[in-house]
């Protein structure tokens, strides 16, 4: 069955032929986003959202989302998209990085220009009929200071259309490396250095927990007195109030704000105010930047549902539909790794280490570790997945570890996966043969060569004559048929293990009746998903 998605804000209609055209079925119900209580109607029958900001993608939402896997903003910010518990839930969550970025970095600027000529303002009062040319004095941006709190890439942007503008830019972004402030031609200060020092302050940070309020009233009261602010990034970032009361007190000089606490904002302390620009969240809104934005992740999210890339993915890494088809065999791998040692551990598991060896150690390393874990844990949930599973193992205080070296030998790559819990070190190791088929090669130090099967049997026991002739007899006895049978046993003799990989799942009762007989120290009944 095609997969579903639904575009539940108005995103330009070259998203929804990109759908069509790639054989899913889309609904495109604009104005369902903004009515939370008919999107968590309906949310249950999509595999796909593809939203603007205007959708808020609650948990609420997420929780009535049972079929959901990807989310893709068209756009950059997900502030509005509860990313926790998307992560937690198992939906990729993706964003379209730089399709708006030049657009929004030119609201800025233009925003920049309208407050120091004070643009609208003339402009109404030219349309009344007044003629006010003595009203309007604006001041030159030229030769003035420009302070770019956050200098990612639409901050980036803005800085390079200032300096060209002839302005100086001092930039604060504590992830800002010297080296790149040189190569922008910006100079790197702490927060307290751009409020003292610059002109005109713009804001391009996301909303965290970490950046709301950055323009606090304490932060504001230290700004230069004539400083004019533009806020083209979020609402939540600036206090609107105290911005309020020192633009009407004549501190600030002016304001330029496309974004609002509360959106739609149809009330705000800054309305009304002389010299303050406001727009309704228009940063993103030109032709250019929708079509890009609709395009892109109107293909980001059929690449995922058709074929497993990931691009974009703020909880996942990206995985390209190359690497999906050369990495397929070796991700389920990875998965049926971490569910044998899984469905083997009973205790809560404290660390969990990979060995990634020969060609698989050149991949993309990322992925093939959350899919191990999601095999882990998929043992006690069976919702987990790879965007899931690291999260989960985080809130366990599981400590995961990677290694990878370039020396396995007879086999071309290998993976090694080694469970630590309180008791014991629990250990694995699988690789794909040339068939594409994922096989598990040594558990326990002990050397094997399992194909790995829906429904197996793994026994262990002292090495001694007449296991197999009792694992045989005891199968055909209950009508379970053995498909393959897996010896292997330690060099140093001793121990010995079986993988066998049966028709059906091996009953209760049978394995009772292996148990009862004495003669193996463990018997485990295992699935694997292995469609
Ligand atoms: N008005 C509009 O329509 C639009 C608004 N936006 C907003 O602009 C924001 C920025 O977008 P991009 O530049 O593309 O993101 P980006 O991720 O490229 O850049 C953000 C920068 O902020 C920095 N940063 C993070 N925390 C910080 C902190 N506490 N203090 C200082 N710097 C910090 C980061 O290091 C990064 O360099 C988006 O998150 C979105 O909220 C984006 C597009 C359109
Ligand atoms: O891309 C962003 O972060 C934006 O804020 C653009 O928002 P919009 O898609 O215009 O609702």
Not at 42 to 48: C, H, M, R, S
Not at 138 to 159: P, R, S
Not at 177 to 192: H, N, R, T, Y
Not at 339 to 361: C, R
């Amino acid at each position: 069955m095609a997969p579903k998605v639904l575009v539940s804000d108005k995103l330009s209609e070259t998203a929804v032929q990109i759908f069509r055209d790639r054989g899913i079925d889309v609904d495109f119900l604009p104005d369902v986003g903004k009515d939370k209580d008919k999107l968590a109607e309906i949310i249950g029958q999509y595999d796909g959202l593809a939203i603007r900001s205007a959708t808020k993608v609650t948990e609420k939402i997420l929780d009535a989302a049972t079929n959901l896997k990807v989310i893709g903003r068209a756009g950059i910010g997900t502030d509005n998209i509860d990313k926790d518990a998307a992560s937690k839930k198992g939906v990729i969550v993706m964003n379209t990085p730089f399709g708006n970025m030049i657009t929004t970095a030119e609201h800025a600027i233009a925003m920049m220009f309208a407050v120091a000529r004070q643009l609208p303002e003339a402009s109404a009062s030219t349309h009344a009929g007044k003629w006010e040319k003595s009203k309007f004095m604006g001041v030159e941006l030229t030769g003035k200071t420009l302070g770019v709190i956050g200098a990612g890439n639409i901050g980036g942007i803005v800085c390079d259309r200032a300096r060209g503008l002839k302005m100086k830019v001092v930039a604060y972004d504590p992830f800002l490396s010297q080296e790149k402030a040189d190569k922008m031609g910006v100079e790197k200060v702490d927060l307290d250095t751009l409020v003292a020092r610059a002109d005109f302050i713009t804001l391009h940070v996301p909303l965290t927990d970490q950046t709301r309020n950055i323009l606090s009233a304490e932060r504001l009261a230290q700004t230069k007195k004539g400083v004019r602010i533009i806020n083209c990034a979020r609402g939540g970032l600036v206090d609107e109030a105290a911005l309020a009361e020192l633009l009407k007190s004549g501190h600030v000089a002016g304001a330029g704000f496309d974004v609002f606490s509360q959106e739609p904002a149809t009330e705000n302390p800054l309305f009304d105010l002389p010299n303050v620009v406001c727009t309704p969240h228009l940063g993103a809104a030109t032709t250019e930047a929708q079509e890009n934005v609709a395009l892109q992740v109107a293909e980001q999210i059929s690449d995922y549902l058709l074929t497993g890339a990931v691009s974009n993915a703020l909880n996942m890494p990206s995985v390209t539909a190359e690497e999906a088809k050369v990495m397929g065999p070796w991700i389920k791998l990875a998965g049926h790794l971490g569910n044998f040692i899984g469905q083997m551990t009973d205790e809560p598991i404290k660390a969990i280490n990979i060995l990634y060896d020969g060609v698989v150690s050149q991949m993309n390393l990322e992925a093939l570790t959350c899919s191990a874990v999601a095999g882990i844990m998929k043992s006690v949930n069976p919702e987990v997945n790879m965007v899931s599973a690291p999260v989960i193992a985080k809130e366990r205080g599981v400590k995961i570890s990677t290694t990878h070296q370039d020396k396995s030998g007879v086999f071309e790559g290998y993976i090694k996966l080694t469970v630590v819990t309180a008791e014991r070190e629990r250990s694995i190791g699988g690789t794909v043969f040339s068939d594409g088929k994922p096989r598990f090669i040594q558990i326990k130090g002990i050397n094997i060569d399992a194909e790995i099967g829906a429904h197996m049997l793994y026994t262990t026991n002292e090495d001694e004559p007449g296991i197999i002739g009792m694992l045989g007899q005891t199968m055909g006895q209950n009508g379970v048929n053995i498909a393959n049978f897996t010896l292997g046993r330690s060099q140093a003799g001793g121990e010995a293990i079986a993988l066998l990989y049966v028709d059906a799942e091996v009953p209760a009762p049978v394995i009772k009746q292996l148990e009862d007989t004495g003669m193996f120290k463990q018997v485990r009944p295992l699935q694997f998903d292995v469609a």
